[in-house]
C-alpha cells in the first residue's frame, strides 16, 4: 500500500488481512489557542475525513487542546528516511554563518 | 502493571544491535522508521499492546457505576474519566501502530487471550466506595508506573504516555475525593470505603507484578529503557504515597505486618499473595470471563458499524469522483 518513504515502517503485519477491513489511518494536527502553528497529536482510525475530525476532537481535544484540527490519511504522507540523515542535513552543517552568532559586532554599536 | 510480566526478547550483537544500544545509552529517541532490533520492536509490541488493552478493558469496572452514580456531577467526572481511559486506549493502540502491527490484530489478540491485560481488572467493584478506592489506588499505581515512561527510548510511546500522565492526575484526585467523602460520612458509608481499601489495596500492590530482582527480561527491558524501574522499586515508592494519604482518610490498611521503617526510610509491608495473582493472569481472577466476554461482545455488535460506516464512506468517494 504504502510507499518506502512513508512515515511509519511496512512490515509484514501490515499487510495482512486485518489492514483489508480496517477504517484508514488518519495523522492528525492541532492547532492550538495560542498556537503559532498545527502540530502533529497522533494518529486515530475512521472511515472519512469527516468522521476522522470528529473522533478527532474526542480523542485530542478533550480539554481545550486546539482550536483548529487537520486530519490527512496517513498513506498521503511523505517521510524522509533516517538512513539519509547524513547527506540530507549536511549542506546545513557547513554553513555557520547562517547563524548571527558568527559575526562579530563591538558592543559599541548597539543592539543589532 | 498496566504492562505485567511482559516477557523481553534478548537482543544479537550485531554492529546495528550496538549502535541502536549507544544511541539509547545518549538518551536518543528511537522512532518508527529508525533501525531497531527485531526483539526490541516485539517486546514493545507486547508491552504497549498490553498497556493498551489494560485502559480499554479498564473502563468496565469503572463503567460499571456509571449509572448509578450517587449525584449527577459524580456521573458527569465518572464519565469523563472513562471516557479519558478510552483516550488512553486510542494513544497507546496509534503507537503501538506504528511499530507495524495492526490496530485489528492488537484488538483481535485481546479477545482470544493472545495477549493480556492488568490483572487489577479482573477484580469486581462492589460498591460505589469503589469508585474511590480504584481512582485513589489503581490510577495511583498506574501513575507511579508511567511517569517514569515519559522517558522511555521509544518516541511514540514516550509521547503517549506525556498525554496520559497529563490526564492521570485528574483521576486519581477525583478517586480521592470520593474517598474523603465517604469516609468523612455516615458510620455506613465510612466502612464501605474501608471495605474498598481492604478488597483493593492488595490487588494494587500486584499491579506492580512479582519482585524482578533476578528476572532478565527486566534486565533488557531496562537496557533498552522499555522499562524504567524495578517492580519493587514502584511498588515501595506507591506503598510510601499512599500509606498517609490513608491515614489522612482515617482508614487502615489492610496489612498487620505495615510498619515504618526508619532505616530505610520508607514503610516495610506484607507482599500480596503471589498464587493468586498468577492465577488472575491464567484467566482464574472473579471477572476475566466476563471481562473478555464484555470486549467480545462490543466488538462483535459493532461489526455492522464498522462495516457501514465504511461502505458509506466508499460510496460517497465514487460519487465524489463521478462528480468531478
Ligand atoms: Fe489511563
Ligand atoms: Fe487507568
Ligand atoms: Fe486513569
Redesign the pocket.
Known amino acids: 500500500m504504502s510507499s518506502p518513504n512513508s512515515a511509519y515502517p511496512e512490515t509484514p503485519a501490515t499487510q495482512t488481512k486485518a489492514k483489508r477491513q480496517e477504517w484508514p489511518l488518519w495523522e492528525v494536527f492541532i492547532r492550538g489557542q495560542h498556537g503559532m502553528s498545527h502540530r502533529h497529536v497522533g494518529s486515530l482510525h475512521a472511515p472519512d475525513e469527516e468522521m476522522a475530525i470528529k473522533n478527532a476532537r474526542d480523542v485530542y481535544t478533550r480539554r481545550n487542546e486546539g482550536v483548529s484540527i487537520w486530519v490527512v490519511e496517513a498513506r498521503h504522507i511523505a517521510a524522509s528516511s533516517p538512513s539519509e540523515k547524513g547527506p540530507l542535513y549536511e549542506p546545513s552543517e557547513s554553513k555557520v554563518y547562517r547563524h548571527p552568532t558568527f559575526f562579530d559586532i563591538p558592543d559599541e554599536v548597539g543592539a543589532m | 502493571m498496566?504492562a505485567q510480566m511482559v516477557k523481553s526478547e534478548s537482543t544479537d550483537e550485531s554492529a546495528e544491535a550496538i549502535a541502536f544500544q549507544a544511541r539509547i545509552d545518549a538518551g536518543e529517541k528511537i522512532e518508527p522508521k529508525d533501525w531497531m532490533p527485531a526483539g526490541y520492536r516485539k517486546t514493545l509490541i507486547r508491552q504497549m499492546g498490553q498497556h493498551a488493552h489494560?485502559?480499554i478493558v479498564?473502563q468496565l469496572p469503572e463503567g460499571n457505576w456509571i449509572t448509578r452514580a450517587p449525584t449527577l456531577e459524580r456521573k458527569a467526572i465518572l464519565l469523563a474519566k472513562v471516557q479519558?481511559?478510552a483516550g488512553?486506549g486510542l494513544y497507546l493502540y496509534c503507537g503501538a501502530e506504528t511499530l507495524g502491527v495492526t490496530r485489528d490484530e492488537l484488538t483481535e489478540m485481546l479477545l482470544d487471550g493472545r495477549m493480556k491485560y492488568s490483572s487489577i481488572f479482573n477484580y469486581p467493584t462492589l460498591t460505589w466506595a469503589d469508585m474511590g478506592a480504584v481512582g485513589w489506588l489503581?490510577?495511583g499505581a498506574?501513575i507511579m508506573n508511567q511517569v517514569p515512561l515519559q522517558r522511555t527510548s521509544y518516541g511514540p510511546y514516550a509521547r503517549a504516555m506525556v498525554r496520559?500522565c497529563k490526564e492521570?492526575s485528574f483521576?486519581q484526585r477525583q478517586g480521592y475525593d470520593i474517598m474523603m467523602k465517604m469516609a468523612n460520612g455516615t458510620p455506613a458509608q465510612k466502612k464501605m470505603a474501608q471495605d474498598a481499601l481492604n478488597r483493593l489495596w492488595f490487588p494494587s500492590l500486584m499491579m506492580f507484578g512479582p519482585s524482578d530482582a533476578e528476572s532478565t527480561h527486566s534486565e533488557q527491558s531496562m537496557k533498552w529503557k522499555i522499562k524504567m524501574n524495578t517492580n519493587d522499586e514502584l511498588r515501595q515508592k506507591f506503598v510510601d504515597q499512599t500509606v498517609p494519604q490513608a491515614e489522612y482518610l482515617g482508614l487502615t490498611v489492610p496489612d498487620k505486618t505495615l510498619k515504618w521503617n526508619d532505616e530505610k526510610g520508607g514503610y516495610d509491608f506484607a507482599e500480596p499473595n503471589w498464587d493468586e495473582f498468577f492465577e488472575v493472569l491464567k484467566g482464574n481472577g472473579p471477572c476475566n470471563t466476563e471481562r473478555l466476554a464484555a470486549r467480545n461482545k462490543a466488538w462483535d455488535d459493532g461489526k455492522w458499524v464498522r462495516d457501514g460506516m465504511m461502505a458509506h464512506a466508499e460510496k460517497r468517494k465514487i460519487r465524489k469522483v463521478a462528480a468531478e
Do not use: L
Request: hydrophobic share 25%.
Open positions: 498496566y489494560s485502559e479498564g479519558d481511559e488512553h489503581v490510577d498506574a496520559i492521570e483521576h
